[in-house]
């Protein structure tokens, strides 16, 4: 069964910085498009970054120069930097792996920055 897992969230003041890793297991790890996507109470869940199976990264406007998304195919690990962190980043982080006609997430993992 493919198992993506999430880990490194957690509590960080504003401006502060946390990496995020999602460990993916029983599959075929580097052909599939890697993404974070968040959700926060009341609102949608929606993307944050992905990055492709040949390494190109797409980020939502609202994080583009804070958070950085790469992958090592060699660990099956994809991982989030987030720096400068805001009170509105605050969400439950979820893993992604997506190749046509599969899709599979992780169980999230809770970020939330306060002072």
């Known amino acids: 069964q493919v198992q993506l897992v999430e880990s490194g969230g957690g509590l960080v003041q504003p401006g502060g910085s946390l990496r995020l890793s999602c460990a993916a297991s029983?599959?075929?790890?580097?052909?599939?498009?890697m993404g974070w996507y968040r959700q926060s109470p009341g609102r949608q869940r929606e993307l944050v970054a992905f990055?492709?199976?040949?390494?190109?990264?797409h980020y939502t406007d609202s994080v583009k120069d804070r958070f950085t998304i790469s992958r090592n195919n060699a660990e099956n690990t994809v991982y989030l930097q987030m720096n400068s962190l805001k009170p509105e980043d605050t969400a439950i982080y979820y893993c992604?792996?997506?190749?046509?006609?599969?899709?599979?997430w992780g169980q999230g993992s809770q970020v939330t920055v306060s002072s």
């Open positions: 990055i492709t199976n040949d390494g190109n990264t």
């Open positions: 029983r599959i075929f790890f580097s052909v599939y498009v």
């Open positions: 992604k792996a997506e190749r046509p006609g599969q899709v599979y």
